[in-house]
């Protein structure tokens, strides 16, 4: 079993800047890969971006391409999300995600375990 708890969401202007982070306590966090996922009010789940265990590889939405940055400290048993230029568009409930798996899924229903979620609004 995995504990997920997001933190670091808010408000911000457009244009800003905002980091994510993930804390995952239970098992073995190096043997996870983590996704990060959205969701807006009335829209469905999307996937924002994923990582491997290792940290090697890096999935994103071309949504989030150039702006969002995913990464991991195995060692603090953290995931990361790293919001630059943020848009109004941004504005969700961001979740991250972890599967003990060494491939990074895009996939939501790929995910065993989640978190509650942190809040995220972009005002313009």
């Known amino acids: 079993q995995v504990q997920l708890v997001e933190s670091g969401g808010g408000l911000v202007q457009a244009g800003g800047s905002l980091r994510l982070s993930c804390a995952a306590s239970g098992r073995t966090f190096s043997s996870y890969a983590m996704g990060w996922f959205r969701q807006a009010p009335g829209k469905e789940r999307e996937f924002v971006a994923a990582?491997?265990?290792?940290?090697?590889?890096?999935l994103y939405a071309d949504s989030v391409k150039g702006r969002f940055s995913i990464s991991r400290d195995n060692a603090k048993n953290t995931a990361y999300l790293q919001m630059n230029s943020l848009k109004p568009e941004d504005t969700a409930v961001y979740c991250c995600?972890?599967?003990?798996?060494?491939?990074?899924?895009?996939?939501?229903?790929?995910?065993?375990?989640w978190g509650q979620g942190t809040q995220v609004t972009v005002s313009s």
């Open positions: 995600a972890a599967r003990e798996d060494r491939i990074a899924w895009t996939i939501a229903n790929k995910y065993d375990y």
């Open positions: 990582i491997t265990w290792s940290g090697g590889i890096t």
